[in-house]
């Protein structure tokens, strides 16, 4: 996309009428690439503001500056100051004999209960027990599809029947109050020994009063060491609503001085997007949390960290 601005040789000092035709071409780059609008905008702004007045020695082209800059704060945006390191987390838990929970949430159709059992096929690859909450209380077929998993996992890890279980659900069925079950099933895994409890919630869309206070009552009364975001990579405009909106409503419905809001993210269906990757950006640039994990395929083992220099690279592509 570059090669157009080679002729584009940059004085000593960069100005905002030198900048302008290459921050255009920039902006419009990232929003082909999925990146929300309204951040690419900002984004350029941002790094316009940066590059105004400054003084160079030399450079080949306006282009080539602009492209670092662009690249230097795009990797800033995905290094967030906070960082999830769950298997640390989890042994911390352990030596407070207590296990770890973790919260996923979501929208409809994202891949929440797929992703979830992603991650307890890598905890247990981990050697941990592993607990599965069955909490979305609404959805026919909810915990069916939980406990096909399970058995799944089970089957993939050779579990033997005379062991104790090195994962389990447990459910109460349909139509309870998911703050109750997800309460159950951390008292259990406590009982029993599970390292980590993971609960799945039912997806639900951002406008959805009743079900955003639902979620909050979950998150507030059981208080996870971690709520992960299930969201899809094909979205670009409208994950920036996601999670604005959740993150709203689990201030807003806490009534808490200190509300509970999203941790982390799970980016689903990142194998789908190509080098279109600019939902990576949207999500951490709203919420300054990091991406935890991205969804690479439809195994359990197809589950990965997010290389933040590749992902920088697909974006300048």
């Not at 004999?97 to 096929?121: D, E, H, M, W």
């Not at 951490?284 to 994990?293: C, E």
Request: aromatic fraction near 6%; glycine fraction near 6%; charge should be neutral.
């Amino acid at each position: 996309m570059f090669s157009f601005f080679s002729s584009l040789t940059g004085s000593t000092k960069l100005t905002r009428e030198a900048l302008a035709p290459v921050m255009a071409k920039m902006r419009l780059h990232l929003i082909e690439k999925n990146v929300a609008q309204n951040i690419a905008e900002k984004l350029c702004e941002s790094v316009e503001e940066q590059l105004v007045g400054t003084e160079k020695s030399s450079f080949s082209s306006i282009a080539t500056v602009v492209r670092q800059a662009i690249s230097d704060a795009l990797t800033r945006i995905l290094t967030p100051k906070r960082q999830v390191n769950i298997l640390r987390d989890v042994r911390e838990a352990q030596r407070q004999q207590r296990p770890y929970v973790i919260t996923f949430c979501g929208v409809n159709g994202v891949g929440k209960s797929t992703n979830l059992s992603k991650i307890a096929f890598w905890l247990l690859s981990n050697n941990m027990r592993v607990l599965i909450a069955a909490c979305d209380t609404f959805r026919s077929g909810a915990v069916e599809q939980l406990k096909t998993h399970c058995t799944k996992l089970r089957n993939m890890l050779q579990q033997d029947d005379q062991q104790a279980p090195i994962v389990s659900i447990f459910d109460q069925g349909y139509g309870k109050d998911d703050a109750g079950v997800a309460a159950l099933a951390i008292s259990l895994a406590k009982t029993e020994g599970y390292d980590v409890v993971l609960v799945d919630t039912a997806g639900r869309m951002q406008d959805n009063e009743p079900l955003m206070r639902s979620l909050t009552k979950l998150i507030k009364h059981n208080k996870p060491d971690l709520v992960l975001f299930v969201g899809e990579a094909l979205v670009g405009n409208e994950a920036v609503d996601q999670l604005t909106k959740f993150n709203k409503a689990l201030q807003d419905f806490s009534e808490s001085s200190q509300p509970r809001t999203l941790d982390g993210i799970v980016l689903s269906k990142f194998d789908t997007v190509d080098d279109k990757v600019g939902s990576a950006i949207s999500m951490t640039y709203i919420t300054g949390q990091p991406i935890v994990f991205v969804g690479t395929g439809q195994d359990y083992y197809d589950l990965k960290t997010l290389n933040v220099e590749s992902v920088v690279q697909a974006l300048l592509k």
